[in-house]
């Protein structure tokens, strides 16, 4: 398929045995005598044009298991390389010599349980398995066939595993769902790809041509991609809201094609979609990639900038300028970011709902001041490391953002029993509270967050120097708490 940068990929044959052609491997299978009685080949070359389906083996590895829903699942395997294979599969044959005809009528009389259940019951459960398992249902039988091609099946393609062959899946999967629609998969909403090495840009080109109403692309920990597939993806599909380029390094920005851009003007700021961006661990995104993505991606409501290093606070200016509905932002570990930053993010005022500055060193009790300030409905704070914030800081931030429910002041040794005291008296609805590593914190402290937050579910006290008897209060008051501890005299 052609790509917009130029490069050709290679035509798409009409025909089943070119079709077969493009996406078989080259290593060698030995071949199977043709049944008595079998279908000719022009049939055969219907079939496969027809009711071909993508081989198990080529969504996961023969020597592998891939990692789904947190389970490891079994592959098929079809070859002795090692490697995955992309095949294509016809439906099962029902072609009977005579002499089986009589031991078939016999079975029928004997149907299975599970064939008596209704179509949509089928389609139920076929919902609940990933793409491979869905795939290895559709060789069972022709009715399995037709309700595993269900569209309604097919909202979602979720892939992963290092040794996969992706970009082969993608073209052989997309091209079986355009078969009612030429060229266009309009069922696909959403494509999760996680830890695919092999995915590249060649991947992302057959998505963007092929689904133009994806809503939600996940392609975390594909290195190989760059920002001119990404590109495309967001200027061919104007329906996307979720992207997720984690742990993609060579990504470094987030636009339109220059085309698309011309064909817009002035107007194409407006033209991408995305409510939420997660670019962590995008270690070359800068300043000036920032203010491309802010300026175009005006929509944002969820940004994630985790251990994106060389982000400075001009950088947050940019985005704060051209986004003002953020609600969830992320600069961890962004050592450039200071106080100066969370001045620019404070003007985000009561939509800013859950904000991690952790490990952000050169922020102090200045910038809390400003976020507390201006920032009242916020719920969830993650300032871990940064040691500039002391008791004052703490009580400033509980008395403006009364309605906090999560805060992480681990590791900030100038935090002491004070600073919990103004947090006990004034947020009662805190529910996770991280204090790891506070080294001027004793178990007076507790005693006051115990007796005050009620609701309190999670307690971290790592590394501190608390005694059993103020661990055992905080059980005995905060009966939902589970308490995180290094004391072993506790249990």
Known sequence: MGANNGKHYGSEGKGSSSLSSDVSSS??????????????????????????????????????????????????????????????????????????IRTVSRLQKEQAPIDILPDYSFIQIFSHLPTNQLCHCARVCHRWYNLAWDPRLWRTIRLMGDLLHVDRALKILTRRLCQDTPNVCLMLETVVISGCRRLTDRGLYTIAQCCPELRRLEVSGCYNISNEAVFDIVSRCPNLEHLDVSGCSKVTCISLTREVSVKLSPMHGKQISIRYLDMTDCFVLEDEGLHTIAAHCTQLTHLYLRRCVRITDEGLRYLVIHCTSVKELSVSDCRFVSDFGLREIAKLESRLRYLSIAHCGRVTDVGIHYVAKYCAKLRYLNARGCEGITDHGLEYLAKNCTKLKSLDIGKCPLVSDTGLEFLALNCFNLKRLSLKSCESITGGGLHIVAANCFDLQLLNVQDCEIPVEALQFVKRHCKRCVIEHTNPAFF
């Open 27 to 100: 290593t060698d299978h030995t071949p199977t005598k043709a049944p008595k009685n079998a279908a000719t080949s022009e049939d055969s070359d219907v079939s496969m044009r027809t009711l071909s389906t993508p081989s198990p083996a080529l969504i996961c590895p023969p020597t592998s298991q891939a990692l789904i829903n947190g389970k490891d699942s079994s592959t098929s395997s079809s070859s002795v390389t090692g490697e995955t294979i992309a095949m294509v599969h016809t439906a099962p044959n029902t072609c009977l010599s005579h002499s089986n």
